[in-house]
Every structure is written in C-alpha cells, then in structure tokens.
Nanobody
C-alpha cells in the first residue's frame, strides 16, 4: 500500500502563497487519484482539490477555485497544491490522500480515499 508524506506548510500573511507537496511511495504512482483535504480547529475536514490518474478534470472546492492549482509530477511521484492569494480561512492542517479505484475524483467524496498522510500545517495570519 502507498505511503504519503506532505510538506510545504508554514505561516504566511494574507495574500501570500505556499506550495504543498505530497510524495507517494510504496505503490505505483500512476495508479492513484490524489486528493487534498484540510481541517481547521473545531471544524470538520473538507475537500480542497483532487486530481485523477490521467490528470484530466481536476476538482476544486468552490472556496479555492481560481486561487489553488493542483498538479502531479510522475517523475517525482509527487502531487503539488499551489496556493495563491491565501486567506485566513485557508488555515488548517492539510492532508493528502490516495485511492486506486477512483475513475473521476470529487472533493466532496472524502470517503472514497483510503490512504492518508499525516498532514502539514498551514497558517494564514497577519
């Protein structure tokens, strides 16, 4: 089964940018759809973005459309989440997740994802 490790979190001011990375090991990277999810203190975890095995039709939460971009690098077994124009409400722990059986991913289907990383903290504050 795959192992997922997130990195790239940190503290930034509103309007700033961060790029999160999710490195996938222990499995064939090409077999997995990858999603990014986040959880703020006291709130439920929510979907942010996901990308399919063939990179077509990525999905984004409405709250991040136009600001976040998901991509995958086959050579590095890595999925990136470029986050621009960050807002305080983007703060939270960001998790990446993988699932082999997904044909078309959806950020509203967290339950589809079987394998999860431990998360990386993102704090947006002035």
């Amino acid at each position: 089964q795959p192992q997922l490790v997130e990195s790239g979190g940190g503290s930034v001011q509103p309007g700033g940018s961060l790029r999160l990375s999710c490195v996938v090991s222990g499995g064939n990277f090409d077999f997995y759809a990858i999603g990014w999810f986040r959880q703020a203190p006291g709130k439920k975890r929510e979907g942010v973005s996901c990308i399919n095995k063939n990179e077509r039709r990525p999905d984004y939460a409405n709250s991040v459309k136009g600001r976040f971009t998901i991509s995958r690098d086959k050579a590095k077994n890595t999925v990136y989440l470029q986050m621009d124009n960050l807002k305080p409400e983007d703060s939270g722990i960001y998790y990446c997740a993988a699932e082999r059986s997904i044909t078309l991913c959806s950020v509203s289907r967290e339950e589809w994802f079987e394998y999860w990383g431990l998360g990386t903290q993102v704090t947006v504050s002035s």
